[in-house]
C-alpha cells in the first residue's frame, strides 16, 4: 500500500467516524428549524428559562444519544453499498447512495416519528446527506487506491 | 328458611375481608417554624377538612399540623399594620422590617389535630397507622405547607418541610409507605413547592423509572420537582388565595373558596360525581396562580416520550382532553385558540411580561437602596438624640423604649425623609404584588404550552405505546378517576 493511499484511506475512515455525529447534529437543526417556524417554539422556549443553557443544549444532544449508533449502522452499509457499485457507477454512486439513504429515512419517520411534514423532513434530508456523505467517501477511498 | 339464608349472608359479608372496609384520610400541614407556618395554610386545611366531612361517605381523618397538641403558637398571620404610633410602625418602618410589624403570631385552630408534623413523630404515627390498613381500604393522603429542593438534581430527595425544621423526603415517604397493604388503593395530593418529586411514590424504591409499583397509588402535585408553589401567603384575605389546594377542592365541593359558584362544570363526563382526576383538570384549567399542576398520569407520558419524539411535529393539535383545556385556557386569556396565531400571540405577549418583570425588578431593587439610605439618614437623626435606640437587645434599647418612645416617634413622623420613606416602602410592597400578578400571567402562557404538549403526548402514547406501557397507564388513570 503506497503512503498516499494509507493517507486516503485514513481520511476516509475520519470522514465516516465524523459524518454520523454531523448527520445528528444537522438532524437537531432542521427540528429546530419546524418547531421555531412551525411548531410551538418549544426549543427556544426552553432555552429562554433555562438556568444554564449549555446544560439544555448538552440536555438535546444527549437525549438523542441513541440515533448516532443508529446512523453508524445505517452508515457502514450504506458505504458498503457505495464501495460495491463505485466501480461501475464512478461519483454517480452518490445520486444513488443518497437516494438509498432518502428512502431510509423515509423509513424510519413513518416507523417511530409519524407522517406529518414536519417529522418526515428531518428525517428523510438526513438520511439523503448521510447517503451523500458515504457515497463521496467511497469516492474518495477509491481515488486513493483503496479499491 | 329465608331469615337463615340472611344470616348465613352477612356471616359471609363479614368474614370477607371487605367488611367495615374504611376510607382513611390523613391530612397533614402546617409549616416547619412559627415565621413559615401561614396562615393560608392554616386556612386551607380547615376548609379541607371541612369538605372532607360534609362529603357524602364515611371516612376517618387523621389531622397533623405543625406543634400538634403543643400549646405552642405555631402560625402567623399579617394584616397592614395601622399607621399610628400606637402600632410602633414608624419605628418598624425606619430600624425594622416594616411587613414583620404586621405580623400576629397564635396556636392553630384547627380541629381534630392528633399530632405534630415532628418527621420523628409523623413517621412513627405514619408507619403504626398505614400497617393497620387492610384489603378494602383506601387511603388519601393530602399535604398541605411547605417543600424543599435538593440541589443535587435527585429529586427524590425532595421533601416535605415539617415542624422542628425537620424532613421527610420522597425517598422515606416510600419507605413509610411500604407498610400499606399492596391491595389499598392510595392517592396522595401533595401541594409544597417542588412536589412533583413525590410521582417518585409510584414507582418501585421510588426511582426515576417508568414502571410501576405492585400496589395502586397515584397523586396530584402542584408543582413540577423544580418549581416553586403558591400557598404560603400569611394574608388573612381567603379570596386572595390562587393555590392548587383551593382549586382543586372547590371541583370536590361545587362552590368556589368565597361560596361562588363555579365558572365551569368540572364534572367532564357527566356522571354526576366529581373525581379527582376532574378536580385536577378542573385546577389546571381555571386556576390563575403560578402554579402548573401535574397528575402521576400525566407525568408518566412525560416520563415514557422517547427521544425521537421529543422535538417532531410540535405544532400537532390533537382534539383530546387536554387539547380541548389547551384551547379553553388560551380563550380564558383572550388569545387566538390554535394555530400559528396562538403561538405568536404567546410570544408576543410573554415578551411584554418578561420586559414588563424587569422594569419593576430594575424599580425594586433601585428603591431597595434609596430605602436604605433614607432609614439611614433618619436613624442618624434620631440616634444624635436618643442613642439607646441604635442598639437594640439591650438595656439601653429598653430604656429608649420606657422613656422616649413617644417622643422619638413623634420625631420620626415629623422628619422631613419620612414622608419619602413611606411611599417608597409602599410602592415596593405594590411591586411584589404586581411581580406576583406578572408571573401568574406568565404562567397561563406556559400552560396553554404544557396542555398543547401534553395533547400530542397523549395522542402518540395512543399510537406507540406497548401494551405493558398501556396497562401502566389505565391504572394511573383508573386510580386517579376515583370519587373522593
Known sequence: MTESSRQGRARAWTAFLLASPFVYGMYIFLLFLFDTFAGDQEMLYEYSIQKSRRKLVMQIIYGGWHAVPMLYAVGLLLLLIAWALVKRLGRQVVVLTGAVGAA???????????????????SVLSGLLLGCLMGWIACGIRAFGGT | MRPLFAILCLGLLLNSPYAFATDYVWVIGGGPNPTESQAQIESNVNWVIQILKKYPGRRKLRVFFAAGRKPLKDVVAWRPPKESSASLQPLARVFGDTMANGNHYYRQQVPDVVGSTDANELKKRLEREFSRLKPGDRALIIYNGHGSYNYSDDTSRNALRLWNNTHISARTMYRIMKRIN????????????????FDRLVHPHAEDRLALGKSDRCGFFA???????EGCSPSVKVGDYRDYTTYFFAALKGRTRTGAPLPVNPDLNHDGTVSLYEAHLYALSQAHSTDMPRSTSEMFLERWQPWYLRW?????????????LAREVAKNNGLPQSGHALIR???????ELVRRKDRLKLEKRSLKRVIRLLQGKIQGRIGMRWPGALSPYTLNFVHFLNKDLDAAQNFILADRDYPDLVAMQNRRFDINNDLLDINRDITQLNKIEHLRQLARLKYEFDRHASAQDRAWYHRLLSCEELPL
Open chain 1, 104 to 122: 431510509c429515512g423515509l423509513v424510519v419517520a413513518g416507523m417511530f416519528t409519524g407522517t406529518d411534514i414536519s417529522a418526515i423532513t428531518p
Open chain 2, 182 to 197: 399492596p391491595k389499598v388503593p392510595v392517592r396522595f395530593v401533595f401541594t409544597q413547592c417542588f412536589a412533583g418529586a
Open chain 2, 223 to 229: 408543582v413540577s420537582p423544580y418549581k416553586e408553589s
Open chain 2, 312 to 324: 417532531v411535529d410540535t405544532g400537532a393539535e390533537p382534539d383530546n382532553v387536554y387539547g380541548r
Open chain 2, 345 to 351: 400571540a404567546i410570544s408576543a405577549r410573554r415578551r
